[in-house]
């Protein structure tokens, strides 16, 4: 029978092979990939700075400036602050479901500080480009700088992507299910098109799934797909995509399936990843008070769902047009004209620019010391809370060689 410490090195074996054939151009991959995200992040910040400007001048030369500069000038700023809390829960339920996700791998390198830095990339990266498309690469490229490859990265990735969207879909239709006839009766039939947006999230999820859960179907129908374009003199890069579906494609249905298996701890992800969601959705009623108005706290989160979605379907960096205009239709009748402009500036100031600028700092972070697994962590806390000190003993039997570089 196999010991613990065999198993443990087994496993590094394993890992000093992946990194030994794919290290190199696992790294490669990686700089493109984040030179790549910089400069699409650089030109997604000047084109929000531009944005800003816009704004500002129709808010001039519409006559607007002096109702702006009024209704800013009786805003609560206590209230605004009690939405920046429910931003900095947002992150802190996102670093949490990260961490869910690197406990099951018991000898993980990843550490709380390095799982804060991915969380704070997607949000930077994902503010600055076109429909969040920078999100998930920069966070594989944060990920292998911990001293997972890049199939391990890209895995663990992938699965906490999956749990999210799944999170977005599932948190949206309780609200359509719950407040369908207050959006009709509200906002008529324009809420259709929200219907059409939902209905676009939940086929990307469900394609997700396929490939997670039918691997095989999805290699044999991509593998026709390149054969058949590659023919034709229509697709260039002929093996690259070979690998994307050839690999890839099951190294992520291999790390869902993995995670699948601990059900508990799935559930626990979809827990936090809804309350991490209800957390962002909740921060217009916030905003809302600030300058006097009660509304509907339900009513408040289910807009704020249908805002989003809408958002993330526009090909603009910050989802700019969808944000506005989803904004105003939902929030509009809550707002009323007199602070209608303030509150979405304030709004947009606390959920995309702050959150952007302030999680530049935090793309460097690194955990310190490595001799501990976040697993091992919360084992030696078990055991000193119980007094058996079995936790703390076996957390500290191994320390991972990747760690002590």
């Not at 065999?6 to 151009?25: I, N, Q, Y």
């Not at 992040?41 to 084109?47: D, E, H, S």
């Not at 209905?199 to 999820?205: M, N, P, T, W, Y």
Request: hydrophobic share 50%; aromatic share 12%; net charge positive.
């Amino acid at each position: 029978m196999a010991t613990q410490s065999d198993k443990r090195s087994e496993h590094e074996k394993k890992r000093h092979v992946a990194l030994k054939v794919g290290g190199s151009k696992g790294s490669i991959r990686s700089g493109d990939e984040e030179a790549e995200n910089k400069a699409k992040a650089r030109k997604g910040a000047l084109f929000l700075g531009a944005v800003v400007i816009l704004y500002l001048l129709y808010l001039i030369f519409s006559g607007q400036m002096g109702m702006f500069v009024d209704a800013l000038g009786r805003v609560d700023l206590g209230w605004v602050g009690l939405g920046a809390v429910c931003y900095l829960a947002y992150f802190f339920f996102g670093v949490m479901a990260y961490a869910i996700a690197v406990y099951i791998d018991h000898d993980s390198p990843v550490g709380v500080r390095d799982l804060m830095s991915v969380e704070a990339s997607g949000i930077f990266f994902g503010n600055l480009t076109p429909m969040m498309a920078g999100a998930v690469p920069s966070q594989i490229v944060r990920l292998t700088r911990t001293g997972l490859d890049v199939g391990e990265a890209s895995a663990t990735q992938f699965t906490r992507f999956i749990m999210f969207q799944f999170g977005v879909v599932l948190f949206a239709a309780i609200m359509l299910v719950a407040k369908l006839g207050f959006f009709f009766q509200t906002y008529g039939d324009i809420v259709i098109l929200n219907l059409v947006v939902f209905a676009v999230h939940f086929l990307e999820l469900a394609g997700l799934f396929v490939i997670c859960l039918c691997p095989g179907f999805v290699m044999r129908v991509g593998n026709g797909l390149i054969k058949f374009l590659s023919k034709r003199g229509w697709l260039k890069n002929v093996d690259h995509w070979n690998e994307v579906v050839n690999v890839q494609v099951m190294e992520f249905s291999n790390a869902f399936m993995t995670a699948a298996k601990d059900l508990p701890s799935m559930g626990l992800t979809l827990l936090v990843t809804m309350l991490q969601l209800a957390s962002f959705y909740m921060i217009p009623w916030f905003v809302l008070r600030a300058f006097g108005i009660t509304a509907d706290f339900l009513n408040c989160l289910a807009a704020g769902s249908m805002v989003q979605m809408v958002a993330t379907a526009v090909p603009l960096p910050g989802g700019t047009g969808g944000t506005e205009g989803s904004f105003f239709m939902f929030y509009g009748p809550m707002f009323g004209a007199a602070s209608m402009s303030a509150g979405f500036i304030v709004w947009r100031i606390l959920t995309f620019f702050a959150p952007t600028v302030l999680s530049a700092p935090l793309l460097g972070l690194r955990s310190r010391n490595r001799s501990l697994s976040i697993y091992q962590r919360v084992e030696r806390v078990k055991g000193r809370l119980l007094g058996t000190g079995k936790g703390s003993l076996s957390a500290a039997a191994t320390v991972h060689p990747k760690r002590k570089k």
